[in-house]
């Protein structure tokens, strides 16, 4: 077989087969394949034994001699045995075989020659206007074809493309093997073929061409005919993806915004070097910006920065105001420039176009430009790549926004749009840095909105966050340039004030208090609020931020303690108290777990006749380490650590126990009155705990009593008087401790379930020689009276004293005169006494 037959790559071979035929040296076949029998139409009996050239003209023997070289490829018509032709291409070699010598013939034939050679024809006069490389290659994959769009894209060498193989055109110059293999698997299927692949241009450098491979085949016999393929130059295409591809890696990589917008001008320059190209930026007042401008000289870049957009505003600006592309052909004479003649404009640019980047809500963030020389203009080149470049340019931008959108909602407060706590704290750091350097005072002020937790229980969510942004306003008013407010949560506001010393901040604090209780209006509501405000100073109450923002804190809760709509400076003293309560509290809440606590009982005696009214339980604590801590101050620390209502539930049930103890002891006490907080007549869950406790302990209900103070009428929570009543309905009794020490209301009194009123101790110390003690007192028994109330006065002393209010009608009575608090285990013992006595 001949040496090109066998060299040729498998890729670049078709599938069309070859005849093959053997004759001696007598010209008489000795042999024919299978292909030969088709092709010539008969058996290989019937040819064996014919002179050859009734087969193929021109191949004896004698006449290429003894020595007759190999494989010279001659074209002529083949006759068939039923008088048909086939054009094909014939060689013929000498071999030898047993010793004698014999002659190959290989046919290769050129099917439906005729209908070739015109659909050839019609196929060259298109294939000769197109702008897209056409090859044509025969069956062995030769290139018998190459239009002039293929010879003018790529480097073939100096002879053209024409008796190259496909695999030496394709995969030769490049090393495209994987491209040899795809195109003779698409050939085995008789399938097209599509793919991407690198070649060699005209100017020796690379070209990325769409190569498109179809397999023509002989609709009757499966044949293969040959190969057309359509090449499209996408070089461009290849160029701008990179571009895309560089962009989106500086995006993924987090990249600045300086830096990508530099990488897409000056790919961008690279793609078309003939142009300077820039990216102007729009700022908020709708002035030019430059983002990037690499290859624009430095001078001029400069004076394009600032300029107003607008209507004469030059390319960059014309587009921006006009929200479409502007093309300038001649800077020197367009109106557009008018107003900026005297900019120094790059030697050899005569125009500029711009096209305006708009983020997907139609806003327009910035312009891309190509500033060019005489005679160039936007070529469609030139407008894809702007398009592309414009596109990405948006795509950077709208990233960047929206990373700005994360960190703004990563530090603004999305209700009232203030500074929240992180960047709060930041910005104190940044304050107290400088206060350092220059020696300034520093003033953080913590403002709390007072029983605003009342309003979003009581009017809503929705109303609260009303009163929030207004008091947002308010206090970002009040502020000199500069001071810096944020919410830290809740109805917590922050305010850091620089160059601020004590009186000044004092100043700050009472402006603030007087406008935030201004009325407010809210859901066609007229609140009237206070707030509270605690305030710590910079160098004195600390020099970092996280004992500033502690100790202010801390002063805004002792501001709250003093009775709130005030404001407090943080001391070092107030620092050891807070400390003190904080180490008293872990120890209160070990007491409580460890039922540490104990209770004491007080006789309430009725004055008309001296017996027994009834007990009241009083809380007592006695720490191993603290000694006796009064009530007075345990039970205002446990409301503010959360521990009160452990306290009550605690004192109910221990109330409960030991009454009925003393009924199985046969001590006869009518009831036990046990003191609840008015925090745990918010949740209610004081009902059902003393409803357990009485069914617990097989009570009456009449056996128990609940003494609350005056704040549970104060308390505006929608569940205080709902709970008071739900106790009554389980037939325990209410009494009101301390009245007429508050500020009580008379209608709220009315609507709560009270059956019995306690005249505070503090009117007993002036009760015999102050007539106005006698009225009050007076007073308050009376109400009781005219509300069917029992009339308790508690820190009863003198005889006198007792005299005077069974006189007045009071109805019974507690206090040293009777018995001071007594143990559990002694009241049998004092009962005794007294009815001995």
């Known amino acids: 077989m001949d040496g090109k037959m066998a060299d040729r790559p498998a890729a670049a071979r078709a599938l069309g087969r070859e005849a093959v035929v053997f004759f001696d040296q007598n010209n008489l076949v000795t042999f024919i394949n299978t292909d030969a029998e088709r092709l010539w139409g008969l058996s290989q009996a019937e040819a064996i034994g014919r002179d050859v050239g009734e087969l193929i003209p021109g191949a004896h023997a004698s006449s290429r001699g003894k020595d007759v070289v190999p494989a010279i490829e001659l074209a002529l018509d083949i006759v068939r045995d039923d008088g048909s032709r086939v054009e094909g291409i014939v060689s013929v070699t000498r071999a030898q075989h047993k010793r004698e010598t014999c002659y190959v013939a290989l046919v290769r034939p050129m099917l439906n020659g005729a209908a070739h050679n015109k659909s050839l024809a019609a196929l060259t006069a298109v294939a000769e206007k197109t702008d897209r490389g056409v090859i044509v290659a025969d069956a062995y994959g030769k290139v018998i074809y190459g239009n002039p769009a293929f010879h003018d894209m790529l480097d073939a060498g100096s002879d053209g493309a024409a008796g190259l193989t496909l695999a030496e055109l394709f995969c030769g110059r490049l090393e495209n093997a994987d491209f040899a293999d795809h195109v003779q698997d698409a050939l085995d299927r008789r399938v097209a073929l599509s793919e991407d692949v690198p070649l060699k241009g005209k100017s020796g450098m690379e070209v990325w061409v769409s190569a498109n491979v179809t397999p023509v085949v002989d609709r009757q016999s499966g044949d293969l005919e040959q190969l057309v393929v359509v090449v499209a130059d996408i070089t461009h295409t290849r160029l701008v993806e990179d571009l895309q591809r560089q962009v989106l890696s500086a995006l993924a990589a987090d990249a600045p915004m300086a830096d990508i917008m530099d990488v897409l001008c000056r790919q961008a320059h690279l793609l078309a070097p003939e142009v300077l190209c820039s990216i102007m930026g729009i700022t908020p007042d709708d002035r030019l910006t430059v983002l990037a401008a690499p290859s624009l000289p430095a001078e001029f870049a400069a004076a394009l920065e600032g300029i107003a957009i607008g209507p004469r505003a030059g390319s960059c600006g014309t587009a921006a105001f006009r929200g479409t592309p502007v093309l300038v052909e001649d800077i020197a004479s367009s109106p557009l420039w008018e107003d900026h003649r005297d900019l120094p404009i790059p030697a050899g640019i005569t125009g500029c176009w711009s096209v305006p980047v708009k983020l997907r809500d139609g806003k327009v963030a910035a312009t891309f430009a190509f500033y060019f020389p005489k005679g160039r203009g936007p070529t469609p080149w030139l407008e894809n790549v702007v398009s592309s470049c414009s596109d990405l340019c948006a795509l950077a931008m709208e990233r960047f926004e929206a990373k700005k959108r994360i960190e703004m909602l990563a530090n603004v407060d999305s209700l009232t749009g203030l500074a929240n706590r992180r960047q709060l704290h930041a910005v104190l750091e940044e304050l107290l840095t400088e206060a350092r350097a220059l020696e300034q005072p520093v003033a953080v002020l913590y403002l709390d909105i007072d029983h605003f937790k009342d309003v979003n229980e009581t009017l809503g969510h929705s109303t609260g966050d009303q009163l929030l942004v207004e008091v947002a306003r308010r206090l970002k008013a009040q502020l000199r340039t500069g001071d810096v407010v944020g919410r830290t949560g809740g109805d917590e506001f922050l305010i850091t004030v620089h ?339």
């Open 499 to 837: 160059d601020c010393v004590a009186e000044e901040a004092a100043r700050i604090a009472r402006r603030l208090l007087e406008y935030v209780a201004a009325p407010i209006s809210a859901q066609a509501l007229h609140l009237t609020m206070s707030a509270s405000v605690g305030i710590a100073l910079y160098p004195e109450h600390g020099a970092d931020a996280e004992t500033l923002l502690k100790h202010a804190d801390t002063a805004l809760h002792e501001a709250k303690r003093k009775g709130r709509g005030k404001f407090h400076f943080f001391t070092e003293e107030l620092n050891r108290r807070v400390l003190d309560r904080l180490v008293l509290s872990v120890a209160l809440r070990e007491a409580i777990e460890n039922r540490a606590l104990r209770l004491v009982y007080q006789p309430q005696v009725l004055l008309a006749s001296g017996a027994l009214h009834g007990v009241e339980a009083l809380a007592r604590w006695t720490d191993p380490i603290h000694g006796d801590v009064p009530a007075t101050r345990f039970i205002p620390l446990a409301e503010e650590y959360g521990l009160i209502e452990s306290i009550d539930e605690w004192a109910v049930e221990a109330s409960c126990q030991r009454i009925a103890a003393w009924r199985e002891e046969g001590v006869e006490v009518p009831h036990i009155s046990v003191n609840l907080s008015p925090l745990s007549f918010r949740s209610g869950d004081i009902v059902g705990f003393i409803s357990g406790a009485l069914r617990e302990y097989s009570l009456k209900p009449s056996d128990l009593r609940v003494e609350i103070t005056e704040r549970v009428m104060m308390d505006q929570h929608p569940n205080s008087f709902a709970t008071a009543r739900a106790i009554e309905a389980l037939g325990v009794r209410i009494a009101m401790d301390d009245f007429g020490t508050g500020y009580s209301s008379l209608s709220a009194l009315s609507r709560l379930p009270i059956a019995e009123l306690k005249i505070d101790r503090s009117f007993m110390l002036s009760l015999e020689q102050d007539q106005n003690a006698q009225a009050l007192a007076t007073a308050v028994i009376r109400i009781g009276h005219s509300l069917g109330m029992t009339v308790v006065a508690e820190g009863v002393e003198t005889r006198a004293q007792a005299d005077l209010l069974r006189f007045l009608g009071c109805h019974a009575a507690q206090g040293f005169l009777f018995a001071r608090p007594i143990e559990a285990a002694d009241i049998g013992s004092w009962l005794a006494a007294r009815r001995a006595g």
